[in-house]
């Protein structure tokens, strides 16, 4: 843990210089970077270009709602692509517009399948690959009628939606885009186009691509975290509308994905991911940008080297936040079933909110599994703390999944001793994540609740 702190103080650091470093040269958002591409004759104006990154959000978006309706078809619609694919969130309302109504209006031809992680999930039973472990919920999403499955506890809309944006933005981002790869000097070389005709560059390009899948708006700098995190609810048409067209282009203008939940837990004022991340976004294409059609030096690809650590280690912090906060939330929830059930009443409404958020809870805590380092024996405390599946009231819990594609279960834990898994696992994503916003922090319980069931407070699951 100490040289995870040190490295931590060492990048937090590094990230003030850079802020003061944009701040003095007044160049805050993403968007307006001059063509450098060494004998270019089209007739584009700037470089950047991640359309299809926006694209990609926007299929996760309706493959979000179509899960919320069990509706099978078109949740492999928006997975695998299609033509015409309707925009389904956000649309236009009075109050804030929307430019773009089509998927196609951004980017043609793209896909989620194509971009999902393909490396085997542990956290999810049955051995499947990211890709898989989508196609297997979808699956079983398509037999509900709302995404929910009573008789697992599963919220499918929440899983393939938390999963999704981690297999495939995070995964994208920093195992792909900002691994050791693509920032090498001889692959998408900075002194080359992208392709051929292109107006970027190999590496701006890359970074392009990278920034599209964090999801912020390219404005983001000159927005607060409330401000940023309005835009994403579409509350606050002024803030998102940079240009003053009237309308909101989800090109540029709009707060999505990850970008919205470092904006949530931002605006409590403990954490500051979205500057953060954002800022690192901005300054590693202001280098690659100064090389100016020329091989970056061996010193100009350190630098955005360093920017691509700051992102990737602070997005992994905003998506243990998440777990953080969603396992408080089933603490909770648990608390106000255990009184219904004492009272013999009607836990229909407590046990849908508690699949949801415990939905949200393992959604996140599997797209830790597809980050670029390995969780080790933390990956192994999450997955058994959490389970398979979520603790139900008849004492069971899924476990596995047999050959034919259905749940088995076993005996569960109590409730109490569920409750405390969670707040186990709210202290590990603060010893192993370094979490600061801890939103729902349920952690003052631990002792007291550990002391009644006459255990340990140690991340195990007993």
């Known amino acids: 843990m100490t040289s995870l702190r040190n490295m931590s103080a060492a990048i937090g650091m590094t990230t003030i210089a850079l802020v003061g470093q944009a701040q003095a040269d007044g160049h805050s958002n993403y968007a307006g970077f001059p ?10 104006s700037t470089s950047v270009s991640y359309g299809g990154q926006i694209a ?39 109050s804030f517009p929307i430019k773009q109504s089509l998927v196609d209006d951004l980017s043609k031809g793209k896909t989620l399948s194509k971009k999902t992680y393909k490396g085997v999930i542990s956290g999810w039973p049955g051995g499947m690959t990211g890709v898989e472990v989508l196609e297997f919920m979808i699956k079983k999403a398509g037999n509900t009628s709302n995404g929910l499955d009573e008789a697992t506890g ?7 939606s938390k999963f999704a944006m981690g297999a495939v933005f995070y995964n994208q981002t920093c195992n792909n885009y900002l691994g050791d ?22 590496k701006e390009h890359v ?6 899948y964090w999801g912020a708006a390219a404005h983001t700098l000159e927005m607060s975290a409330e401000d940023s995190y309005n835009v994403a609810k579409k509350k606050d048409l002024s803030a998102a509308d940079h240009n003053g067209d009237g309308v909101v282009d989800l090109s540029s203008e709009m707060t999505m994905a ?16 979205l500057q953060t991340i954002t800022q690192a976004f901005l300054d590693g294409r202001k280098d690659i940008t100064s090389a100016n059609g020329k091989k970056l030096s061996f010193q100009q690809r350190n630098r955005v080297k360093l920017k691509a650590e700051i992102i990737c280690s602070n997005w992994e912090k905003v998506i243990a936040e998440a777990v953080f906060k969603y396992a408080g939330s089933v603490y909770a929830d648990l608390d106000k079933m255990n009184i219904i059930l004492e009272a013999n009443g009607d836990t229909t409404k407590i046990f849908a909110t508690y ?17 670029p380092k390995s969780l080790g024996e933390a990956g192994a405390k999450i997955n058994s703390l959490l389970g398979a599946g979520p603790w139900l009231p008849n004492q069971s819990q899924v476990t596995d999944i047999a050959s034919d594609g259905s749940y088995v ?10 409750q405390l898994h969670m707040l186990k696992l709210q202290a590990l994503m603060v010893d192993k994540f370094g979490v600061v916003a801890r939103s729902n922090d349920k952690l003052a319980s631990i002792e007291d609740l550990a002391s009644k069931l006459g255990g340990s407070i140690s991340s195990e699951n007993d």
């Not at 063509?35 to 584009?44: H, I, N, Q």
């Not at 599963?154 to 393939?160: E, G, R, V």
């Not at 919205?260 to 500051?272: H, I, P, Q, R």
């Open 409 to 418: 279960k076993d005996e569960a834990v109590s409730l109490q001793e569920y």
């Open 258 to 273: 990850h970008a919205y939940y470092a904006s949530g837990f931002d605006k409590g004022g403990k954490t500051n991911y």
């Open 181 to 202: 790869v693509k920032l090498s000097a001889d692959s998408k070389p900075n002194d080359k186009p992208y392709k051929d005709g292109a107006a970027y560059t190999g």
């Open 154 to 160: 599963y919220n499918y809309t929440q899983l393939i």
């Open 207 to 212: 970074w392009d691509e990278a920034f599209g």
């Open 35 to 44: 063509v450098t591409v060494s004998g270019y004759t089209g007739d584009k």
């Open 56 to 94: 990609r959000h926007m299929l996760h978006n309706g493959l979000k709602k179509m899960a919320s309706k069990g509706n099978e078809a078109g949740m492999l619609s928006y997975f695998n692509g299609g033509k015409n694919l309707a925009i389904l969130d956000p649309v236009s309302k009075d």
């Open 355 to 371: 699949a949801k958020h415990w939905g949200e809870a393992k959604g996140f805590a599997l797209a830790l599994e597809v980050g």
